[in-house]
């Protein structure tokens, strides 16, 4: 597929529209005098993203082991961060009888981390040419993994730091300036001359973390960036995830604060969308007028290379050349040759070289803990938790537009081509069914699910329908035929667009869907409510907030976010950020009472449908509530024995609706 689908083209469109457009975006300056009060509006925004800075534990080390090599030793070392985490990582420290300048090298998304033979050679490269460096494992990967040797760090695990308000992004910010702050303390090493160096996410931290602390005197990013207007649409790790920033700023903004120190970014001429050697160098081309009102152009250089994402030699011997002209002074412009080395075993460079299990606090573990904090301080949950937790500032009104007649799902009940549009840009595509070509009714069942057309094949549409009741399939933006290019199932590249943009994705679910009950009530008498898969958790987290819902049921939602550390087998719209400082799902659903709601076959946070006591247990606050309200006739919790009958059955089908 080289475009997505109009809606999924519309929806990339008005993402993209909101990049550096808010109100107190820093206003770019022109002049030498500008720039300081401009870096203060930069880096606040830069700040509000990683999170407040952390008590940082005790600079502990441990050395685990040594081994000497021709020009150089490797130490396996760890060391704390803060909260409990501990960082592993490879020093590998040249034969020097005077301090030498110090490089922090960060690895991609390689899920052995440290230890993956592309950084080995990078990393012992540069120490046989007098660097020492300290290769260390991001939070997730490596000897950091839940599964030993190593995993991917981006998915459900990142996801759920969400929950309770921590980010990956802003973990990796503070560990990188903690692992700094180990670099610079060891004797062998030169404090002020320190650089930081890395491909793809690496080359993300390298990046952010250059542009963070000042200390590193040269900064070089590989194949990791563009523009926020193209990251804010396509496919990335949830590391690359700042909050807000895209909304805020462009990647120009942050690159500014390297300044004057040195900056040299290298992409390669076949990459990824989002790290497009064309945008890297417009974005480059920008930030360079920092440098150049500070007098200092030499030190900011930009390298397209004729490569493919990655940090082949090419790209690491224009690093080693670009250190040795920022950290070591020398001037000399022919090409280093790297240096041949060898690659260690695991067992040589590891700090746990024996483990099968991580010996290190793990992502779940450090949720785990997070959650523990956040939970006690839950106050009662009212109608502004809901509404601070799905904040979307801008109430959308939507337009019901009917394209055309497609097919009929029974006979004689056509579903028309349906689309719902906003003056902001927004677009809802829909299959509106109808029992008869009178097109009039007194009731309409809207299902919000992760397709439209697949949701129209079901029994649930069919029995509305008997029952003359019509039926609004609809497609939410990153749903469907929403969907943002290059995501076939879920919303996770949605998600972390909405999340870069300042908001969540769920809370402009919402206020769609909303809107679309608004127009429904114009159409008909009463207006139900039916959703499952990707949306149900967020339907049913913020139910209160929806007016007009005569009957709503809710389908495999995600039941509590307690119970489990670990979250498979789920969509990650499920996982809803900042909720857990708030309270738990079954707190939130309860405020849906004194009105009509059904929640069929909930799942737990391994994606296994309840058994009947399991729910009846954890949705005690929502039976409850109910109760003492006098109405626990209008909530059915519905298991998985009577699950199909209530769908496709006429009794069970007319409890719900």
């Known amino acids: 597929m080289i475009l997505p689908s109009a809606q999924g083209y519309l929806f990339q469109e008005w993402l993209r529209s909101k990049v550096r457009s808010s109100v107190d975006t820093p206003v770019f300056p022109r002049n030498k005098e500008d720039i300081n009060s401009y870096h203060e509006s930069v880096r606040k925004f830069f700040e509000s993203a990683a999170g407040p800075v952390p008590q940082y534990d005790p600079l502990q080390a441990e050395i685990h082991q040594v081994h000497k090599r021709d020009g150089y030793r490797i130490e396996a070392v760890s060391f704390p961060t803060f909260a409990g985490l501990r960082m592993t990582a490879t020093a590998y420290v040249p034969d020097s009888n005077a301090p030498v300048p110090g490089v922090l090298a960060v690895h991609g998304h390689s899920m052995h981390g440290r230890r993956d033979a592309r950084t080995q050679i990078q990393c012992a490269a540069l120490a046989k040419l007098g660097y020492f460096v300290l290769a260390v494992d991001a939070f997730g990967n490596g000897e950091r993994s839940v599964a030993i040797p190593g995993e991917y760090h981006g998915g459900l695990y990142a996801v759920a730091l969400w929950l309770t308000g ?136 930009f390298d397209p290379l004729p490569i493919k994402h990655g940090y082949p030699l090419i790209a690491r011997e224009r690093c080693i050349q670009w250190f040795n002209r920022h950290l070591k002074g020398i001037e000399d412009t022919k090409v280093i040759k790297e240096p041949p080395v060898n690659v260690e075993s695991y067992d040589t460079i590891s700090c746990y070289p024996t483990a099968v299990v991580s010996q290190v606090m793990t992502m779940p573990e450090f949720f785990d803990k997070k959650r523990e904090e956040v939970l006690p301080q839950n106050k009662q949950v009212t109608a502004e938790s809901v509404s601070k937790i799905f904040s979307y500032k801008e109430k959308v009104k939507l337009e019901m537009d009917n394209l055309s007649g497609t097919k009929f799902v029974r006979e004689s009940s056509p579903a028309v081509a349906t689309v719902f549009k906003g003056k902001d840009g927004t677009l809802v595509s829909a299959l509106c069914h109808w029992p008869d070509l009178n097109f009039k009714v007194d009731e309409i069942l809207i299902i919000v699910s992760n397709s439209k057309e697949e949701i129209s094949q079901k029994a649930v549409c069919q029995m509305a329908l008997v029952n003359n009741i019509a039926v609004w399939a609809v497609d939410l933006p990153g749903l469907g035929e929403g969907r943002l290019r290059g995501e076939y199932v879920g919303s996770i590249t949605s998600l972390r667009a909405c999340y870069m943009l300042g908001f969540p994705l769920t809370g402009y679910w919402l206020s769609l869907i909303q809107s679309i009950v608004d127009i429904a009530k114009k159409e008909a008498s009463k207006v139900y409510l039916y959703t499952t898969e990707g949306p149900a958790t967020a339907v049913l987290v913020g139910s209160s907030l929806l007016e007009g819902v005569d009957k709503l049921v809710v389908e495999n939602p995600l039941a509590s976010y307690k119970g489990t550390n670990v979250f498979t087998n789920i969509p990650s719209e499920a996982l809803i950020q900042n909720i857990l400082t708030e309270g738990d799902i079954p707190d939130f659903a309860a405020l849906r009472a004194p009105n009509n709601l059904s929640i069929i076959t909930p799942i737990a946070g391994n994606g296994e449908k309840l058994s009947i006591p399991e729910m009846n247990q954890i949705f005690l606050p929502i039976t409850d509530r109910y109760t003492s309200l006098g109405r626990r006739d209008n909530l059915r919790l519905i298991g998985e024995g009577e699950a199909k009958s209530t769908l496709s059955g006429e009794s069970g089908f007319k409890k719900c609706f």
């Open 166 to 301: 921590y980010s990956l992004f802003g973990v990796q910010i503070h560990e990188n300036y903690r692992a700094c702050d180990y670099l610079a303390s060891r004797p062998e090493v030169d404090s002020t001359r320190l650089g930081i160096t890395g491909a793809s996410g690496g080359g993300n931290q390298s990046f952010y973390s250059g542009a963070w602390d000042n200390r590193f005197k040269a900064v070089v990013p590989v194949c990791s960036t563009g523009s926020y207007y193209k990251l804010v649409s396509s496919v990335n790790c949830m590391c690359e995830t700042p909050f807000a920033l895209a909304n805020k700023l462009e990647q120009y903004d942050i690159f500014s604060l390297t300044a004057p120190r040195s900056l040299l970014v290298i992409s390669a001429k076949s990459d990824a969308f989002s790290f497009r050697y064309e945008d890297a160098r417009e974005t480059l081309k920008k930030a360079r007028e920092i440098w150049k009102m500070l007098g200092c152009s030499e030190k900011i250089a």
